[in-house]
């Protein structure tokens, strides 16, 4: 029974496609399990070269937590930044998934989307929290303005 509730519980984790944790820090300590914690990734865009983007959420700690059956908190924070000239791979689409995380077992995704603002030609990101039965209206947006990258 043990290893068929860690198998699903691997299963259950984040998967953190191109997602790379910068830090982290402990917010409530735990008697079981790890401590709840903001935690603080970064990842790439897929489809614009030169845009990183840094994610910092909350983590649910405890027995729970450890196993990845407990449901996270929807706040987020996200700042994105020109890190390189930028250069697109291909059409972007309003309303794009740039970056995708479960925060609970099956029901609630954290996710982030781009949209291109032509009329200040920036671009503009956006994270929030939704569930399969209700989302939530906390999020977070950044904004990066296209110019061109000082060699």
Do not use: H
């Not at 970064?42 to 959420?57: I, Q």
């Amino acid at each position: 029974m043990l290893k068929r509730m860690m198998a699903v519980a691997a299963l259950a984790l984040p998967m953190l496609v191109g997602a790379e944790e910068i830090g982290q820090v402990s917010t409530v300590f735990k008697f079981v399990g790890p401590n709840d914690r903001i935690v603080v990734e970064a990842f790439d865009d897929p489809k614009v070269d030169g845009v990183t983007c840094y994610l910092s959420r909350a983590k649910t700690g405890g027995l729970k937590g450890g196993l990845g059956l407990a449901e996270d908190r929807a706040e987020a924070s996200i700042a994105c930044r020109q890190v390189g000239p930028i250069n697109f791979k291909g059409e972007l689409k309003d309303g794009e998934e740039v970056f995708k995380e479960r925060t609970s077992l099956v029901f609630k995704t954290m996710q982030v989307v781009r949209f291109l603002d032509k009329k200040r030609n920036t671009l503009v990101y956006l994270v929030y929290s939704d569930r399969l039965i209700e989302g939530s209206p906390q999020n977070a947006v950044t904004a990066i303005p296209i110019v061109p990258w000082a060699q």
